[in-house]
């Protein structure tokens, strides 16, 4: 009792504390002396904020785009804007300003829905709003706990907090008066969820917003065709910020072409230009990024006598070496022990070929050993928060290089960083799929763009490609965004691919391959003659998937392109394509293959 003479209350841990033993205190209530009170404990893995800080002062490009918004508030209802800024142009702090504004809105204010592609953006960007908006803030996604995410709803629904940030599922948490949404880095194909229910953060965006009459932004240094299609068309507001904050320079893009490093003998994965940038880098004591979009370390092994690839039992595959000894397969996550013998023909000479970022890690270790590396890709991020424990160390200068796959592209403001390389840029022309060239160039623009930041000298960038000459790959290299876009719609265009057509994939699947072929062949022909004729609906396929066989299933696409969605959807019903299971119905795919 002499302690509740100091204070009112204590919670049982400080009575712990104070060896105070719970049959002691269990006595005090009995007899009428203390009152017991349950209180809900919140959980977060994010400290909240405690201070706001002072702002600084807007850019002329920030602050057109704030009063743009603005406007937008003012009138009422649904308006889209697509912010078009360079990388480091400040497009945070417009989020961050259009929330201030949202939230002013009203008696209690409306509620903010900030979405980022990746969960290791999630801690800068909850940083930054923090510094803004102190503990008005939930986060929600896939790596917190469930206990964590119930916190966040309960919150939300008690009005305790007004702007949600987190993952694409973030969308769904059940707040009721959202003024306005906003999706950072819009182009990323990670907002699309490719598993049922297969959904595009952008679109469920979009219709959340026009339910609500909020505001969208989507914001993108390179943003998807789509959305700048859109915005060129005067269905969304586009604002420019084309320069970065401070008249900080944009890096100097340089490409080395790896066919002339294979001419001169060099065959290592880090060419002769990039290990002297490095060199140069770590002299100066800065700090550099390099991307390689593979992680693993070697793509696949392979029997010198026979030819033959070691491959997944249940898709077909290749396995992925990786330096733990085991094979794994990056798509069903099928584990195997490296065989002594080649399956084939039992001939113990099996070679790894290719590189990924294990291996990669491993020669620059030898080719720079007193870098001190830090290696950040699907295999080191599988701990909760992971990404952000990395990225804290690295932004505290505990190391010099960080590697990784593209996940250390998008976003990311690492002031140290001066010097930047890419690894295989252009791998993914080699896709079957018309958003090759769009692919290589987001990945080149968006992982240059973390070079020269802050630093006041301008950032530089190496990019090692085979097709140094492709239009992708020139632009990129040059941040010329609308070249590339000029160039890509009017392929686009003759082709009739997005934005000038509407995709529907259908997959087809099924154990036996031949009941595969036939039932999406008999699909292709049904439509084909429903829509004969007609220019605007039209279909590819059957093909095989380009995993043939997953999970034991052998799988066929059949793609229809369309500029009339709304009657391929009652040809689909019709069919009751819907209604069953061996078929899986995608629209507006991002991956056709």
Known sequence: LALFRVRNEYTRGELDAQDVSL?????????????????????????????????????????????AVHAGLADGGFHGYLLHGVTGSGKT???????????????????????????ALTGQLITAFQEAFMDDIVVFHSQLSHAERNDSIFRVRR??????????????????????????????MSYKQDESPRYHARVVAEVLARRYGAILVLGSATPSLESYARACAGELTLLRMPDRIGSQPLP?????????????????????PLRELLTETLARREQAI???NRRGYSTF??????????????????????????????HCDLRAPVPETCPQCGSRYIKYFGSG???????????????????????????????????????????????????????????????????????????????????CFMLITQTAGRAGRHSGARGEVIVQTYNPAHYAVHAAMRQDYEAFAEQELALRRELFYPPFSRLVKLLFHDPNRDRAWNEANTFAVSFQNTFAGRAGCM?????????????????????????????????????????RDDIAIDIDPVAIF
């Open 93 to 119: 702090r417009v989020y961050i300003e259009t929330a201030r504004a949202v939230r002013a809105r009203g008696a209690e204010g409306r509620q903010v829905v900030v979405l980022v592609p990746e969960i």
């Open 539 to 579: 279909v590819i396929g059957p093909s095989p998937a380009l995993i043939e066989k997953e999970r034991g299933a052998y799988r066929f696409i059949v793609l229809i392109k369309t500029d009339a969605l709304a009657d391929v959807r009652v040809f689909l019903r019709n069919q009751g394509i819907h209604l």
């Open 357 to 439: 970022t294990e291996k990669l890690e491993e020669e620059l270790g030898q080719l720079l050993p007193a870098a001190r590396i830090v290696r950040m890709d699907r295999d080191t991020t599988g701990r909760k928060l992971a990404h952000e424990e990395i990225l804290t160390k690295f932004r505290r200068r505990d190391f010099d290089i960080l590697l990784g796959t593209q996940m250390v592209a998008k976003g990311h403001d690492l002031p140290g960083v001066q010097s930047v390389g890419i690894i295989s840029a252009d791998a993914s022309l080699n896709l079957p799929d018309f958003r090759a060239a769009e692919r």
């Open 159 to 188: 009005g305790e907090a007004g702007i949600i940030i987190g993952a694409r599922s973030a969308l769904f948490t059940p707040a009721e008066n959202v003024g306005a949404i906003i999706l950072d880095e819009e182009q990323d």
């Open 23 to 67: 049959a002691t205190i269990k006595n005090l209530v009995a007899a009428g002396y203390l009152t017991e009170h349950m209180r809900r404990k919140l959980r977060s893995s994010y400290t909240a904020g405690t201070a706001e800080k002072s702002a600084e002062e807007l850019t002329e490009a920030q602050a057109a785009a704030v009063t």
């Open 252 to 272: 100097e893009v340089r490409a080395v072409d790896m066919r002339e490093e294979l001419r001169h003998g060099r065959r290592t994965v880090i060419s002769l």
């Open 290 to 292: 390099i991307m390689l």
């Open 301 to 330: 092994i392979m029997c010198r006598s026979c030819g033959a690839v070691m491959t997944c039992t249940q898709c077909s595959m290749p396995l992925v070496y990786h330096v733990n000894g085991e094979l794994l397969c990056h």
